[in-house]
């Protein structure tokens, strides 16, 4: 119970934060990136919210979550790159497991690896 709340406030969450990110930053990325995003910002709010209701959703949601992540640490990269096996390279790297066990574990929750 406690792990739907937190997957779906936090689905939720990052979802609206990459909408507002890309709609105030129109020039920035080709047509194709700002409507594939805001497809996917909708999708997850939507998952984010059946998430927080259903309990069946919990594997979806967490998958979306896992995607956000590595939008988040793509985009960090992109913007920040730093030196490899640095401090800063390794909490990067971080981001990107994060969303790995995130996928993995809705993986699990849906039972799609039996």
């Known amino acids: 119970m406690i792990t739907q709340l937190m997957t779906g406030i936090?689905?939720?969450?990052?979802s609206i934060i990459i909408l507002?990110?890309?709609t105030k930053?129109?020039?920035?990325y080709t047509e194709f990136v700002r409507y594939s995003c805001f497809i996917?910002?909708?999708i997850a709010i939507i998952a984010g919210l059946l998430t927080l209701f259903i309990s069946e959703f919990e594997g979806y949601g967490s998958i979306c979550l896992g995607i956000t992540c590595f939008l988040f640490a793509y985009q960090d990269m992109k913007?920040?790159?730093v030196s490899k096996w640095t401090t800063a390279y390794l909490s990067q790297l971080a981001a990107y497991f994060a969303g790995l066990g995130f996928i993995l574990y809705?993986?699990?929750i849906l039972g799609i690896l039996k």
Not at 10 to 14: D, E, G, M, P, V
């Open 20 to 22: 507002i990110y890309i």
């Open 79 to 81: 913007e920040h790159p």
């Open 106 to 108: 809705g993986i699990g």
């Open 40 to 42: 996917y910002s909708i």
């Open 10 to 14: 936090s689905l939720l969450s990052s």
């Open 25 to 28: 930053r129109k020039n920035k």
